[in-house]
């Protein structure tokens, strides 16, 4: 991916190429000057199944890497231009809430320098010759532990779907995308209607289960390129990819219509819930996230003023 390879100047160029992420491959980032060594382990990760992404130079590299967000970086310690210390330093700076597993390689073995490289965030320190066995199981680990790392972070315990953190880095991601490459994506808001009368009739318990009953719905009911967050309380919002406005409505109006058919019973009471939901649509990649959350909210708004269980735009 991105490479092109220039013997005659013993470099690599990188080009500006389309890195599409898919969501289940884990992205490896490789930053060495030593062009053999970057074929040799790109080639294997590639071969376990990785995407990859090498770089020569740490400047280029720091600019892929918040472009990209990789999930896990390999470093070679002696870069020519910055200490590969220096770069994993400056990267974890300006990405202090983020796990991404760091291994640092290195032609010297040196004690000194290992425990720098620790001290400095490094998750692990390799020595070459690299093993390429031994160096594939570790990464592997690496990203086995990264994965169940976020998904702790970023699910919500009562309802199992992903959490507000979560939303603000799929809007940033879909933002992202939608620079690049000019598609457009729908973020819907649903807040559940008289929520409080639920508690208030039966009970904080019962409606906790509402909502994560609720929660579930969405999830059965959408595409899996749509994604579910619990925004807060009893608010959820909805990333519809590559969607208008007017299908983000027609898919919610059925899913609300669905919903309202749905019996809950408690203390042998049966009743039923509603929403009212708020879309929006983004075409325009320029705008920033919380302008787009705050139009979908005045949306919502306007459902619920004009009697609620209704979808607005
Ligand atoms: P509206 O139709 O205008 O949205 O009315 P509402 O009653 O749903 O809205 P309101 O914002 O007045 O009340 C929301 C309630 O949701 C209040 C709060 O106690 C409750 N709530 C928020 N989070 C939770 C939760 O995790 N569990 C339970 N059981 N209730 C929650
Ligand atoms: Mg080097
Ligand atoms: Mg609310
Ligand atoms: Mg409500």
Redesign the pocket.
Known sequence: IGLSYEYEHFHVAEEKTEIVRKEDEALIQIIDDDVSMLILLKDALEEAGFMVIANTEAEKAAEQYFDLRPDCLVIDVHLPSKSGVQLLRDLQNHTRKKFIPTIMISSQNDRELRIKSYKNGADDFIPKPIDLEEFIVRVDRHIQRKKLFDHSNLIDE?TQVYNRRFLKDSLERLLNEAKRSGIYFTLAIL???????I?DTYG?IA??RV?ARFAQFLKNSIRSSDTVFRYG??EFMILFPRTRDSEAKDILSRILKEFSLEKFKENDESFSVTF?AGVYMVDDSEIPANSIIKTADQALYEA?EKG?ARVES
């Open positions: 009562l807040d559940l209607d008289h929520f409080k009368r508690n904080h409606g906790d909502l309380g009893e009212s619920k609620r």
